[in-house]
DNA sequence: TCTGGGGTCCTAGGACCC
DNA sequence: TCTGGGGTCCTAGGACCC
């Protein structure tokens, strides 16, 4: 019976860039950026020159002129990011899997098999390097925001662990971007009131950050700048959402352009969601203009849904209500579609009655299930030939701007 | 030199019910 | 005629995370 919890918090180094360095020698030591369009992940050596993640190749190319593109082998992603996580579990099944290149491990429990949490990490990282290839960082401490800023400052390729003695010393000279929670916005916020470190944001007075900050995000800051974490592990969390989205370029707001992308996205979610069986009641649809302002309209429905055709007719309908509602707004840049309020065993809700208040245009029960069948097949179809083997209808996506099917997948979390 | 894609959580106002 | 208070759901928007 351990008095303090035991986290790890691991993160791989600059993952999908650490990958093509490993898979190609002629890389390594040297700037790259995976993508093209936008940079999807930069190397250390990128970074240097002010690099990061998701921002426009043509900006990164300024910052660093020598900067070498490569596409990304997502496939390797997925297969090298499991191999690192599975190395972690094998000292504890108390795993939280955050993204593909991090987790947190919950090893209170194995200290009396492995030893010291410290040596535990020692050996994950030795492991990964040797077995996997890749670099990885790994954070100590006895919650989950603190082992998740050791790994932060460990980078790269390090190890820190926080004793439990000097937490809020280790904690208080640290800027507070380092903190889950603070983005850009916030951390503005504070540096008005010239609050920079998390020392300073832990002397605010709790009213005073709740007032600057709302009372949720006040609240949440200022117990975790005391190191107040109530967060633990979740080893199974499921997905409470699905949505995929579309960039455009600049594309008029013509049905030509809404009508195909909104059932290539409808088709992208709706195959997801019956693929593991569940279907959701909330339809959401987001356009954002070419200022980049976006607006949403949703519909929450008396049953859930997961077929394709009817969830492109009422993101169509959303977002024609959307754009009416903004009849001065003639170019698009985006548009999305997220299903949410998650239910399971799609089957079963597909098959009670529903009706939708326009009937002509938005069928309940029959055509509803009848779509489902055909969406069925044409499901099955594509688990033996590949997904464009069947669509529904031309997608008329502009390729050249889209991001590979492959990427996108690195993204979804489980159902 | 206006920026990709998939998610989570929170807020605030209004509708509606008891 | 006007007065309460609490709870839940829905919608739109915003900040943040990887």
Redesign the pocket.
């Known amino acids: 019976m351990a008095a303090v919890a035991s986290i790890l918090h691991a993160d791989l180094d600059a993952f999908y860039a650490s990958v093509e360095q490993l898979h190609n020698p002629a890389l390594r030591g040297k700037p790259i950026a995976v993508g093209g369009?936008?940079v999807?992940a930069a190397s250390y050596e990128a970074k240097a020159f002010g690099v990061r993640?998701?921002?426009?190749g043509?900006?990164a190319r300024?910052l660093c002129p020598e900067l070498v593109f490569v596409s990304g082998h997502y496939k390797e992603y997925q297969r090298l990011g499991d191999a690192a996580i599975d190395v972690v579990r094998d000292f504890t099944p108390r795993i939280e899997r955050?993204?593909?290149?991090?987790a947190f491990a919950d090893v209170t429990g194995s200290i009396h098999l492995f030893g010291a949490p410290a040596d535990m990490a020692a050996s994950i990282r030795r492991r990964v390097r040797a077995e996997v290839g890749l670099p990885i960082s790994v954070g100590v401490a006895r919650t989950n925001h603190l082992a998740?800023i050791a790994s932060q400052v460990a980078k790269p390729d390090g190890l820190l662990v926080v004793d439990p003695d000097t937490e809020l010393e280790f904690l208080h000279d640290l800027p507070v971007?380092l903190?889950?929670?603070?983005?850009?916005?916030?951390?503005g916020?504070l540096a008005e009131v010239g609050v920079l470190t998390i020392g300073q944001l832990a002397d605010m007075p709790g009213r005073s950050l709740e007032r600057l900050l709302?009372?949720?995000?006040g609240?949440?800051l200022g117990a975790l700048a005391w190191n107040r974490d109530p967060r633990a592990i979740e080893t199974d969390?499921?997905?409470?959402?699905?949505?995929?989205?579309?960039?455009l370029?600049?594309r008029p707001a013509t049905d030509d352009v809404i009508g195909p992308t909104l059932r290539h996205?409808a088709d992208?979610?709706a195959t997801?969601l019956r693929a593991k069986s569940r279907a959701g009641?909330?339809i959401?649809a987001r356009v954002r203009f070419a200022?980049?302002?976006?607006?949403?309209?949703?519909?929450?429905l008396p049953a859930a849904i997961s077929a394709t055709t009817i969830l492109a007719e009422i993101a169509e309908d959303?977002v024609a209500?959307?754009l009416a509602d903004h009849p001065h707004e003639q170019v698009l840049?985006?548009l999305?579609i997220?299903v949410?309020?998650l239910e399971d065993d799609a089957v079963l809700q597909l098959e009670l009655p529903f009706e939708l208040e326009d009937e002509e245009r938005r069928p309940g029960t029959k055509k509803g299930a009848a779509r489902w069948v055909l969406d069925r097949a044409v499901d099955s179809v594509r688990e033996r030939f590949g997904r464009d083997a069947v669509g529904y209808g031309s997608v008329a996506l502009d390729k050249s701007?889209?991001?590979p099917d492959d990427?996108?997948?690195l993204?979804?979390?489980d159902?």
């Open positions: 369009g936008v999807l993640g998701g921002m426009p043509r900006r300024q955050i993204s593909i290149d991090e998740k971007e903190m889950w929670g603070i983005g850009p916005v916030t951390k916020r709302g009372t949720a995000v609240g949440k969390r499921r997905a409470g959402s699905v949505s995929a989205q579309s960039a370029g600049k996205l992208r979610v997801r009641r909330t959401t200022d980049l302002s976006s607006i949403t309209r949703s519909v929450t959303l209500g959307a840049s985006l999305a997220a949410s309020h701007r889209s991001v990427f996108r997948e993204a979804e979390k159902l």
